[in-house]
């Protein structure tokens, strides 16, 4: 397994995490070792993304590069936006969507690395999209306020809502029948079946990042030390930990065989793994961290193919976007 994050200071760090087995009443060991740093963009990085082969950087120098993670080296960039590149998610192995401050979605190849499709999808910068678990939908947010509606097949808008606000996070659920919204402190939880808003979670600071860890548990990191559990239904906050000594930047969780991981990043340097208790209601453990040195400012996780574990796909990858 590989953790990568990515840094104001305009570098990608990626660390090889270790799993030593339990010995004699003792905990398994999770072991970070430096694999590699690249420093390929000229300023900071504003968006990661990886497959089981592929890691992606966007950047404010308004470039994507690519790197395989297989040969550790760099692939090549792709150099079709303009402004910042705000967001970028892969879908399956074979496609990667991106969004950018020119308010624009593009769907990327990711075999041959080719734009099949531009969309001017935003009057102002996109700042955040999700891909619905079926690949055949997908939700953007921009400064326009507006939430917007893709079908992914055909390539077009489906519909559009007006938001009032600049939203800066949109997220679906793991079954795609809810997503939500941030918008500075507060999360919106809307129900696809109705489009309507369900409720509102409110957090005490300005929120940086969430991460689904079931369909009705929201983790939300914000401009503080701590990490909030909320259930999207009756809108509690289920816990709250302390995580980093400084900001946290970003949180993401994946399930692998005897763990339901959740990795956080901070601009206190930190990079941190934790076990997710069963009941939500408890604070998670500490698995493992590891002090990059630098801002952090956006964090991946990478479970190989060739590992004795995988990633469990969210779903099919027969649709396929924007033919």
Partial sequence: MELVAGSYEQVLFGFRVHREPATSGDRETWTPVADFTHHAHTASLSAVAANSRFVVTGSKDE?????????????????HHSGTVTCLKFYGSRHLIS??????????DAKKWECLKSIKAHKGHVTFLSIHPSGKLALSVGTDKTLRTWNLVEGRSAFIKNIKQNAHVVEWSPSGEKYIVVVLNKVDVYQLDTASMSGTITNEKRISSVT?????????????????FFDCDSLECLCEFKAHENRVKDILSFEIP???VLVTASNDG?????????????????????????????????????DRWKRKPSSSNRALPCK
């Fill in 63 to 79: 470039t994507i590069h690519i790197y395989d993670m297989k040969k550790k080296i760099e692939h090549g960039a792709l150099l």
């Fill in 99 to 108: 969004g950018a401050e020119d308010g624009l979605i593009c769907v990327w």
């Fill in 258 to 260: 005897g763990h339901h």
């Fill in 270 to 306: 930190f990079i941190k793994m934790w076990t997710l208790k069963q009941e939500k209601k408890d604070p998670p453990s500490l698995l493992c961290e590891v002090n990059t040195g630098a801002r952090l400012t956006v964090s991946w996780s990478v479970v190989r193919q060739g």
């Fill in 212 to 228: 689904f860890l079931s369909d009705s548990v929201l983790a939300v990191a914000g401009d503080e030390e701590v990490v909030r």
